[in-house]
T-cell receptor
Framework: ELKVEQNPLFLSMQEGKNYTIYCNYS?????LYWYRQDPGKSLESLFV?????AVKQEGRLMASLDTKARLSTLHITAAVHDLSATYFC??????????FGEGTQLTVNP | EPEVTQTPSHQVTQMGQEVILRCVPISNHLYFYWYRQILGQKVEFLVSFYNNEISEKSEIFDDQFSVERPDGSNFTLKIRSTKLEDSAMYFCASGELRPYEQYFGPGTRLTVT
């Protein structure tokens, strides 16, 4: 069964702090995606990780992929309130289907 | 910047009725997808479509569901006889090539009463 597990599912952090969201997946896929979703909104693509060891950074967010461990991480540096949202990782499997994790609801408090 | 559009933004229907959800993918994209998200839950894959045929479908996508690309721009999802459990946000997505990213539309909230 395809399974993508994120942890934590809920994360409340203070502005200025660092934290990491973990995404474990079950297949040997080497393609992993991170999306952001604001309440009632659509999914915004953040990162596309296409190979083992891939690391991408955009502003305060950095994503990495370890295909051997079947693990991707999303690291938040010096969090700000604007980063409050739900973050999903998704694994691409056969036929380009995306299998999503349950999402991590991030709240950044002043 | 090109974007995926979806209509309507909200559809309310009675159980047993047919609904058609419409999507206009980004114009040069070749791969099209439907996903759904039940309130408060994760996003679930329904179907992918390429070269005018279904390339993959999930176990959710049963005989009640169908997809069509009736012309060069629209991509539709039809639910033949809606059930209460079909209430969800339905997202259309498109992609230019594999394994490039999928761009999601704003979604259609379907409420079945």
């Amino acid at each position: 069964e395809l399974k993508v597990e994120q942890n934590p599912l809920f994360l409340s952090m203070q502005e200025g702090k660092n934290y990491t969201i973990y995404c474990n997946y079950s297949t040997t896929s080497d393609r992993l995606y991170w999306y952001r979703q604001d309440p009632g909104k659509s999914l915004e693509s953040l990162f596309v990780l296409l190979s083992n060891g891939a690391v991408k950074q955009e502003g305060r967010l950095m994503a990495s992929l370890d295909t051997k461990a079947r693990l991707s991480t999303l690291h938040i540096t010096a969090a700000v309130h604007d980063l409050s949202a739900t973050y999903f990782c998704a694994e691409e499997t056969s036929g380009s289907r995306l299998t999503f994790g349950e999402g991590t609801q991030l709240t950044v408090n002043p | 910047e090109p974007e995926v559009t979806q209509t309507p933004s909200h559809q309310v229907t009675q159980m047993g009725q047919e609904v058609i959800l419409r999507c206009v993918p980004i114009s040069n994209h070749l791969y099209f997808y439907w996903y759904r998200q039940i309130l408060g839950q994760k996003v679930e894959f329904l179907v992918s479509f390429y070269n005018n045929e279904i390339s993959e479908k999930s176990e959710i996508f049963d005989d009640q569901f169908s997809v069509e690309r009736p012309d060069g721009s629209n991509f539709t999802l039809k639910i033949r006889s809606t059930k209460l459990e079909d209430s969800a946000m339905y997202f259309c997505a498109s992609g230019e090539l594999r394994p490039y990213e999928q761009y999601f539309g704003p979604g259609t909230r379907l409420t079945v009463t």
